[in-house]
């Protein structure tokens, strides 16, 4: 757990960036569907039975967590950006 912590700190980077970035991807592709399948599972009357406000609660819960996983994995995965200071190799 502290190393996920730590990958925030500006210098320092989740190991095996690109995999990372290809999970992300990947979530953000599968959210996507998901939310045009419900969608298009609403419309035509088959599928969850909720109302238009439970709908944009539901979305506005998943924007939510998925924004904090987006935010995460793009501050994750790169050395350019980060939280505090950036790391000093030769003082560590």
């Known amino acids: 757990m502290l190393k996920l912590w730590n990958a925030l700190r500006a210098g320092e980077v989740l190991t095996n960036p690109a995999a990372w970035k290809n999970r992300q991807n990947l979530i953000n592709a599968l959210v996507a569907i998901l939310g045009a399948v419900l969608w298009i599972l609403n419309k035509v009357g088959v599928g969850l039975e909720l109302s238009g406000d439970e709908m944009a ?10 924004g904090a996983i987006n935010n995460y994995l793009t501050t994750a995965t790169t050395d350019k950006i980060g939280v505090g200071k950036p790391v000093d190799p030769t003082n560590e």
């Open 57 to 66: 609660s539901v979305a506005g819960g998943i924007a939510i967590v998925m």
